[in-house]
């Protein structure tokens, strides 16, 4: 095979891509489903085996900084981490630590925040009831902006305690972070992406200080508390891990919400099911997890040469996985391509796999299954205004939409 920029011509920013991913990842997985990118020191996993053998692989590191410089996707991250470092200190958050230092602040920070997220369903249920609410008695809306994006960052806002009124400005800070990966954005997107870091790391700041002398109810004082107690957590962990936790939970959760709509739409069969049998919202869930996952790859950097499926690799190279690829293996599901919410079992990889599997999983599940099916119980008659096929947004990583135009009656 002639050496191809594979990063590129298998990720959002290439519109055939976005259209439908799996018209080049079907014949990439029966093909290569490991292969090196030829032209960028990266290599492209689309098999479920080994998507899952790499991310469970612990000498494989997370931090970016193990990735080879020549990396043009890598190397926009490690910019802008760069230069919040000269401002916040050192970038040490579970996303991107390794072996024990990630094993000792994931289990501090995961005791203090499942122990909240568990506590959190009737704040959900009232924060979903007042986005419903703010659209009744609208005939139209668009699902992405009006309904799905308001609702994490509340959520959020509620278990960590960031004030309501700064809810507004987080959302936006991290909504410009997520082009953070695409290394085509302009400048003026680069300054945005690097504010809105600027925004978050200082809003959590000043709440630390805040929380310390004067304790409250929410996820800030716990860890505050934490440590105080002894937990090994310095504050400078605590402050990047409560930036990822943020920028970790709205958009993906987002994106879940929104694709989850356009899917039921989609499938009035499992639409009808769904609200005969609300129960069915759990495997549902799953489902629109596994078929259009929000986070479309995730990565690991080896620090030394090997090779996954007799393809070599190199210290530094990205391992990407191919998230939406390993989802629809059909090694693993029978007629990956089908929408079924009655699959079981579904051990799809949208949350990752391993030691850095995703933490906010339940919580994303809690949301995403109160958000569809309150949604569709209050307006049963939804439809989609447009009868073309839906955009989605061209952001390297994410597979959401750009927007979701429906009519209630
Ligand atoms: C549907 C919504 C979500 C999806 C699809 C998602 C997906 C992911 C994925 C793919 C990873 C990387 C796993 C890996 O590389 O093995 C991850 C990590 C993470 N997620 Fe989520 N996530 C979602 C929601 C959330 C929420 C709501 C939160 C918190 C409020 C959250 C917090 C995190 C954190 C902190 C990590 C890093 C864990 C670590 O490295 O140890 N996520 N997530």
Redesign the pocket.
């Known amino acids: 095979m002639p050496p191809r920029f594979m990063l590129f011509e298998y990720s959002e920013l290439n519109p055939a891509f976005r259209d439908n991913p799996h018209t080049l990842l079907d014949p990439q997985r029966s093909a290569r489903p490991v292969e090196h990118d030829g032209m960028l020191p990266a290599v492209l996993i689309t098999s479920y085996a080994a998507g899952r053998e790499i991310?469970r692989d612990a000498h494989l590191s997370?931090n970016f900084n193990n990735a080879a410089p020549n990396n043009p996707v890598i190397a926009n991250v490690r910019r802008l981490n760069e230069a919040v470092e000269a401002e916040f200190g050192r970038h040490d958050s579970?996303?991107t630590l390794d072996g024990a230092d990630?094993t000792r602040v994931?289990t501090i920070i995961a005791e203090a925040f499942l122990k909240r997220a568990a506590a959190l369903q009737a704040t959900v249920a009232r924060i979903i009831a007042e986005r419903l609410d703010a659209l009744t008695g609208r005939d139209s809306f668009d699902v992405v902006a009006d309904y799905a994006a308001q609702i994490?960052m509340r959520v959020?806002g509620a278990l960590m305690g960031c004030p309501d009124a700064t809810l507004d400005d987080l959302k936006r800070w991290t909504e410009a972070g997520q082009l953070a990966f695409d290394p085509t954005k302009s400048a003026e997107q680069e300054h945005l992406a690097l504010e809105g870091r600027r925004g978050i790391f200082g809003h959590f700041r000043q709440l630390m200080a805040e929380r310390r002398t004067e304790p409250r109810d929410d996820f800030v004082s716990d860890l505050l508390a934490a440590q105080a107690r002894g937990a090994p957590i310095d504050d400078n962990e605590i402050l990047h891990n409560l930036f990822?936790?943020l920028v970790?939970?709205h958009l993906?959760?987002a994106d879940?919400i929104g694709n989850g709509v356009a899917l039921l739409l989609d499938h009035k069969e499992a639409r009808d099911a769904i609200l005969a049998d609300p129960g069915l919202i759990q495997p549902a869930v799953e489902e629109i997890?596994r078929h259009e996952?929000?986070?479309s790859f995730?990565a690991r950097f080896p620090k030394s040469e090997g090779a996954i499926a007799r393809c070599p690799y190199h210290a530094g190279d990205a391992l990407v996985v191919s998230?939406i690829a390993t989802n629809r293996d059909p090694e693993k599901f029978d007629d990956p391509h089908r929408f079924d919410i009655t699959r079981r079992p579904n051990p799809h990889m949208?949350?990752?796999?391993?030691?850095?599997?995703?933490?906010?999983?339940p919580?994303?599940r809690m949301e995403?299954q109160m958000a569809l099916l309150k949604l569709f119980e209050r307006f049963p008659n939804l439809r989609r205004v447009e009868a073309s096929a839906p955009e989605w947004r061209a952001v390297p990583g994410v597979r959401g939409l750009a927007r979701l135009n429906v009519a209630t009656g």
């Open positions: 991310l997370r579970i996303v990630h994931r994490p959020l990822a936790v970790a939970g993906t959760t879940l997890l996952p929000p986070i995730t998230l949208a949350f990752g796999a391993g030691a850095h599997i995703c933490l906010g999983a919580l994303a995403g």
